[in-house]
């Protein structure tokens, strides 16, 4: 296969998913039921769905588990989380609170923490400030957040944050989910500069980042490794298993 | 209920159709003869767009790749896992087995590591050695040529070494090393630990026509597109069947047992057709067993008859016993290097540029046999979980942990790619006392006996997965590297993971000369059943630290390469 054809297989795909079969007489109709069942999951799917696996997907995504002002309260969180800054937009930007929402019901455990928590939060407010927490003023929601914000690192700061342990770990939870929702997207990943996940060939660590690790390849492993230029060269060996290409 | 017949008679039945029955369907119907392939899942072709992941973003999952569907999350190519709906198995005194299945076209070759070593010498004859266990009956000589064979047909990338126990093949040049590869290279040197280029079934150069060459994306464990690495379906079943070859795939199609004749013989393989739960069965002049280490076990345990009450080809009592998986441990640790790293695409092939093969001698320690060392690390492309305790390394540096705001962005793009970690993968000894038989109490859907397992480490195994820790720790230091978490205890069993984790299961209907004392002899086929075949992990006398893959092909070719002899003279 060469290098165009790969890249055509990669990038518009070919539909042999019928056509290997053919070649099995007796199992013309498995080949047919997997024509129809490729139909299906290209319609709805788009990642590689078995039809039970989208169906899944299907049934959790009609399903609502938070209700309106809760996720009003997961939105107001996200974006104290991760707010817009210079390189990318904030965890709203990026749709969190409904990759949230979507979490909480493929994997449940995430649910009471989280529903409980923002219940703690809105007791919290009302205690200090007489209102729930997202009709606290801004500075109002940034003194709790900042009691809840760390977690102990030893026994003193323990203590000192007994109060608000339970607001530190739901906290935790909610910092983690907002932080894997955000870094998952096109703009958190292009926040991050990953420039991985499309063909391209591999000859090692670019010179200048050696040079700053103060660390170099060694002739004798080089001469070992994949020289790019023969890659399309068809392998041949002499006896000994020596490569000859 | 009415079982219906295939009307047709194969040469060859084979069951499963990953590294063992692929292997086997292409060499068999190579030299003429017409095969079945009864695989209990659907189709799959890593070419086939509704069901390629590769190349697919995080965002295109709803649970951004989350393991909650796939058991190593959505992108990766294994239709199964640990747990599959339906098809429970059971555990006895206190065992923890874990028993991963593949149900697809290829098996768990869609979605392995690659990792593709050659047994050596001593791996063959460990009996011989440490007095534990048993010798195989054939050794290394016996299988070159078939490892020769294997490595020029499917391709492996590596390096010449001359080490004694780790042969040499025909391999195509591997990558250059990452750059915390680098750094492993250099703690690994100060603690006295060798590091070789890996060896892994990914083309970095073309070996065929057919095959694309790897564009680097880092994820073989999607399977790939343009067949650049080794799965069963793209390298041997497709390329039978474009030869021409006649090769009929029964997919969806669940073995229940093997038939035999008056005389014992096996005349075909009953199945449930899982689209229309019906059985049906399919006759077979030969019966090639291919269905992994313990569904073949527990094929053969089903099967029983008048001529065979214990079950097919079991008059020692031993199918299913000396199941034994690899050893598995594993350490992270924050390399402070790495920290604010310059930004450049380290994808590399899906897996390790580098790693560590056993290097020890066993007289000076207190465990026998060895283990090998796996890399891994680097700036990954993210999925869920990422960004978890984003900022934990901080107090490393004297900074706060946790927060909000724009700092946690900061420190997010600090960390990234900072993290590398290590595996070990050993030998444990097969132990006639670990074993799966079949639950007398409970059938999976479609009415079969299902599995259950009764399976114990020993201190062999803790005492290694000991030495691994203070391998990794000696490592990390030599690296300048953070140790994360702290060294298992013996209480934690040394962070050895339970039996069936590392998923190199192998053992269940083992190979010898006496068949008192084993299930196949050395040409993989049982010992009271001369048209039976087992080519799957099932035959291995012992496991090596090697990943069995490689194994299994080579003995796959080499026992089809015997079953047309033998038909050839009449034998079978």
Known sequence: MDRRETLKTLLVGTV???????????CKKEAEAVAETVEEIVEGGGYGRTPKEQAHDKKLQAETYFNAHEMATIAVLCDIILPADEVSGSATDAEVPAFVEFMVKDLPYHQLPLRGGLMWLDHEANRRFKTNFISSSDAQQIEIVEDIAYPPMNEKEEKERAPFAQGIKFFSRLRNLTLTGFYTTKMGIDDLGYVGNRPNIWDGVPDEVLQKHGLAYEEDWLAKCINQETRMEIAEWDADGNLLT | ????????????????????????????????????????????????????????????????????????????????????????????????????????????????????????????????????????????????????????????????????????????????????????????????????????????????????????????????????????????????????????????????????????????????????????????????????????????????????????????????????????????AF????????????????????????????????????????????????????????????????????????????????????????????????????????????????GIPVLRFHYKWTDFERKQARHMHDTFEEIFHGMGAEIL??????EQDYGLLAPGKIIHEVGTTRMGNNPKTSVTNKFNQLHEVDNVFVVDGGPFVSQADKNPTWTIMALAWRASDYIVEELKKMNI
């Open chain 2, 335 to 446: 390399v402070p290097q790495l920290v604010d790293r310059a930004r450049y695409n380290e994808d590399g092939v899906g897996g390790m540029h580098i790693y560590t093969p056993w290097w020890l001698d066993n007289k000076k320690l207190d465990f026998p046999r060895g283990y090998h060392i796996e890399i891994w690390g680097g700036m990954g492309m993210p999925s869920y979980g990422f960004g978890f305790n984003v900022n934990a390394m901080n107090k490393y540096l004297g900074l706060k942990v946790g927060g909000y705001g724009e700092q946690l962005k900061k420190d997010a793009r600090k960390f990234y790619g900072a993290f590398m970690g290590v595996s070990g993968r050993g030998e444990s000894v097969a132990m006639k006392d670990s074993y799966c038989e079949i639950d007398p109490n409970m059938v999976d859907e479609f």
């Open chain 2, 1 to 332: 209920m009415q079982i219906i017949e295939q009307p047709k008679v194969y040469d060859a039945v084979v069951i499963g159709s990953g590294a063992g029955g692929g292997m086997a369907a292409k060499r068999l119907s190579e030299q003429g003869l017409h095969v079945a392939i009864v695989e209990a899942g659907p189709f799959f072709d890593p070419k086939n767009p509704a069901q390629q992941t590769q190349m697919k973003w995080p965002w295109e999952s709803p649970r951004r790749g989350a393991s909650s569907v796939r058991a190593f999350g959505d992108f990766d190519m294994a239709y199964g896992g640990w747990e599959i709906e339906g098809e429970p198995y059971t555990q006895k005194d206190g065992s923890e087995f874990a028993w991963f299945r593949s149900r697809m076209l290829g098996g768990r070759t869609n979605h392995w590591g690659r990792i593709s070593l050659r047994f050596g010498p001593k791996d063959f004859k460990r009996k011989s050695i440490d007095g534990l266990g048993d010798d195989w009956p054939i050794s290394y000589e016996d299988v070159k040529p078939y490892y020769d064979k294997v490595d020029k047909l499917i391709g492996v990338f590596g390096s010449k070494e001359n080490l004694p126990n780790e042969p040499d093949g025909f391999f195509l040049p591997p990558p250059k090393p990452r750059l915390h590869e680098l750094y492993y290279i250099k703690g690994a040197r100060k603690a006295g630990v060798p590091v070789i280029p890996s060896r892994l079934s990914i083309l970095t150069k073309a070996i065929s026509k057919d095959r694309g060459v790897c564009f680097y994306c880092k994820q073989c464990s999607r399977s790939c597109s343009v067949y650049a690495d080794f799965s069963s379906g793209s390298c041997l079943i497709f390329p039978a069947q474009k030869a021409g070859n006649q090769i009929d795939l029964f997919v969806n199609a669940m073995a229940r047992e093997i038939v035999v004749n008056d005389e014992g013989k096996a005349t075909a393989v009953s199945y449930i057709n899982k689209e229309d739960r019906k059985e049906y069965t399919i006759r077979g002049k030969v019966i090639v067993l291919a269905a992994s280490a313990c569904s073949s076990a527990r094929i053969l345990l089903n099967s029983k008859s008048k001529q065979h009450p214990n079950g097919l080809g079991n008059g020692s009592d031993l199918i299913g016993h000396y199941l034994h998986d690899s050893t598995g441990s594993s350490r992270m």
């Open chain 1, 16 to 26: 042999a998913g019928g056509a290997v079969l053919t070649g099995a007489a007796a």
């Open chain 2, 485 to 490: 978490g702290d060294k298992p205890t013996k």
